[in-house]
T-cell receptor, first 114, second 109 residues
Framework: KAGVTQTPRYLIKTRGQQVTLSCSPI?????VSWYQQTPGQGLQFLFE???????NKGNFPGRFSGRQFSNSRSEMNVSTLELGDSALYLC?????????????FGEGSRLTVL | AQRVTQPEKLLSVFKGAPVELKCNYS??????LFWYVQYSRQRLQLLLR??SRESIKGFTADLNKGETSFHLKKPFAQEEDSAMYYC???????????FGKGTKLSVIP
């Protein structure tokens, strides 16, 4: 079974731009979560989707948004990028309808904002 | 609010010595607790969960509700145990994990 796939793996943007990150979950997994990882704050929850519905959102500004498609693939978007958005963005999928617990993580998309 | 605290950023032990990675949590209800591990150049992956009460790669962790702790233990450290370890909590009815900031375990040969 293929693991969680995230694209792009690395990207560089400038302040004010927007970015879209993509995540393909493990086949059969309907829950997809996103986490932001930074050296200072560690892993912080962004949002979780199940069957195209956002069930939970973390404490992030409205510039951070996401969606899930009918094939369970997910995208997250960050608009009006700020320097502080530089981070590793991790996507995780779960077979559990509870949406968390055993999460299978991707390798991440490393975003650098200049 | 829920919180997970891992007091040690870095823990160095000699090969063959016992290991204990500390995790304390703050949560008003009955949580589910997990340990995730990230080996060098690998993805973050689940090591064990308290409801399974199993030993994985020689590691065990017991949920102590009185002390609100979920420490990870191994009697004899191996070099391949060197990795970043994260403790995580899932609240009842929640769809997210709250992670601690991680402890880097270094096993000295």
């Amino acid at each position: 079974k293929a693991g969680v796939t995230q694209t792009p793996r690395y990207l560089i943007k400038t302040r004010g731009q927007q970015v879209t990150l993509s995540c393909s979950p493990i086949s059969g997994h309907r829950s997809v979560s996103w986490y932001q990882q930074t050296p200072g704050q560690g892993l912080q929850f962004l949002f979780e989707y199940f069957s195209e519905t956002q069930r939970n959102k973390g404490n992030f500004p409205g510039r951070f948004s996401g969606r899930q498609f009918s094939n369970s693939r997910s995208e997250m978007n960050v608009s009006t990028l700020e320097l502080g958005d530089s981070a590793l963005y991790l996507c995780a999928s779960s077979a559990s309808t509870g949406g968390a617990g055993e999460l299978f993580f991707g390798e991440g998309s490393r975003l650098t904002v200049l | 609010a829920q919180r997970v605290t891992q007091p040690e950023k870095l823990l160095s032990v000699f090969k063959g010595a016992p290991v204990e990675l500390k995790c304390n949590y703050s949560y008003s209800g009955s949580p589910e607790l997990f340990w995730y591990v990230q080996y060098s150049r690998q993805r973050l992956q689940l090591l064990l969960r308290h409801i399974s009460r199993e030993s994985i790669k020689g590691f065990t962790a017991d949920l102590n509700k009185g002390e609100t702790s979920f420490h990870l233990k191994k009697p004899f450290a191996q070099e391949e145990d060197s990795a970043m370890y994260y403790c995580a909590l899932k609240g009842a009815g929640s769809y997210q994990l709250t992670f601690g900031k991680g402890t880097k375990l270094s096993v000295i040969p």
